[in-house]
């Protein structure tokens, strides 16, 4: 086996970023492409210090008439490497990023629960990420949709989803390919500029590259990277936060935040509602506990509110107006929700109900 510095990278980047464990089972989705070629590649040539199982999974969306030669292919490499092959195939054509992205996660975690699988191992780059972040950034979004990809999050009880790819661009693993000889499945959907994020492929990120950085996706990944700790920090802060909030119906814990001076404040009732219900309708926030916090974590707290009683992603509008009761006066209240919920002020305390 030729050894090259990217064998040395990723195998140092799973022990350092510990992704795997050694002797576990893993499903490579491998779409035939350079990433997924490059990736199986590199697990197969490092199987052998790691001792794990590989499998090979390829989903079929069927929105391209060479699908099924591509799955083909796909199961002859597998064959060709002594590997298991797995394959789903879409009952009716998928066409749209979205519906594709959902039925192949959906696809490759029903097939690692029903084989052992403890990982899925997918080929998405530095290049990926810096395509996500711009196509967020574009969109309108917060760092949590900047710092979209991240290394590995569970998918499902027991299974967790792990991008190895994520320092690699998407210029070294065409080489890689090309070094070994690697039988790469063109995909024709990849030229076609109908897609955001074709576009960004094709025409952004080459203009960035030529008139402002010729590494600008390194330094996008970079920063996604760094956004990556920092929003996981917040996560965890506006959690504690939030559990302070809820939890002062039911016993009077200490803010975790000092209390605005009483003379700087709106007038609050003293005591608080006789409980706090459990269930996600209704329920109450104690804003003496939010006041002083900062605006980032009040937002985050109020996003993760509303992530519990909507069925849809809170909009920045929906977090806005639920912050805005923070500081409202006395018997404010929002106009309903998505599914009719609405919020309302009494006293210290913001009701959603």
Same mark, same amino acid.
């Given at each position: 086996?030729?050894? $090259?510095? &990217?064998?040395?990278? *990723?195998?140092? =980047? ?9 002797? +576990? %089972?893993? /499903? ?15 697990l197969l040539d490092l199987q052998s210090k ?81 395509? $996500?972040? &711009?196509?967020?950034? *574009?969109?309108? =979004? ?9 290394? +590995? %999050?569970? /998918? ?126 209704? /329920? ?68 959603l109900k």
């Amino acid at each position: 086996m030729v050894w $090259t510095p &990217l064998h040395a990278k *990723i195998h140092r =980047t799973i022990r350092s970023r510990r992704l795997f464990e050694r002797n +576990q %089972r893993l /499903l490579v989705a491998v779409s035939g492409g350079q990433d997924s070629l490059c990736l199986i590649k590199l697990l197969l040539d490092l199987q052998s210090k790691w001792g794990w199982d590989l499998g090979i999974a390829h989903c079929d969306h069927r929105w391209r008439s060479d699908s099924e030669a591509n799955a083909h292919h796909v199961e002859n490499l597998a064959k060709t490497w002594g590997i298991t092959f797995y394959l789903e195939t879409a009952n009716e054509p998928i066409n749209s990023e979205a519906a594709a992205r959902d039925w192949r996660y959906q696809a490759l975690s029903a097939i690692a629960k029903a084989n052992n699988y403890q990982y899925i191992v997918t080929g998405h780059t530095a290049s990926d990420r810096a395509e $996500t972040l &711009l196509y967020n950034l *574009i969109r309108g =979004t917060g760092a949590d949709g900047l710092q979209a990809l991240t290394w +590995q %999050r569970p /998918l499902t009880t027991g299974i967790m989803l792990v991008r190895p790819l994520l320092e690699i661009t998407r210029i070294q693993t065409e080489q890689f390919c090309q070094e070994f000889k690697l039988p790469i499945w063109e995909d024709s959907t990849n030229q076609d500029l109908q897609y955001a994020r074709n576009r960004i492929r094709q025409e952004l990120i080459p203009y960035l590259r030529e008139n402002f950085n010729p590494q600008v996706e390194s330094a996008l990944a970079q920063t996604a990277e760094l956004l990556q700790a920092e929003v996981e920090y917040l996560e965890k802060a506006a959690q504690q936060l939030r559990e302070e909030a809820l939890g002062m119906g039911e016993n009077e814990k200490l803010p975790l935040y000092p209390l605005l001076p009483a003379n700087s404040s709106p007038a609050f009732s003293s005591s608080p509602p006789l409980s706090t219900p459990h269930s996600p309708l209704p /329920l109450c926030l104690n804003r003496r506990v939010l006041q002083n916090a900062p605006l980032a974590l009040q937002r985050r707290v109020m996003r993760q509110v509303l992530q519990q009683i909507l069925t849809d992603a809170p909009s920045f509008e929906h977090i806005e107006k639920l912050t805005g009761l923070i500081t409202a006066p006395n018997r404010s209240q929002t106009d309903p929700f998505p599914g009719g919920a609405i919020a309302q002020v009494e006293g210290d305390w913001i009701w959603l109900k």
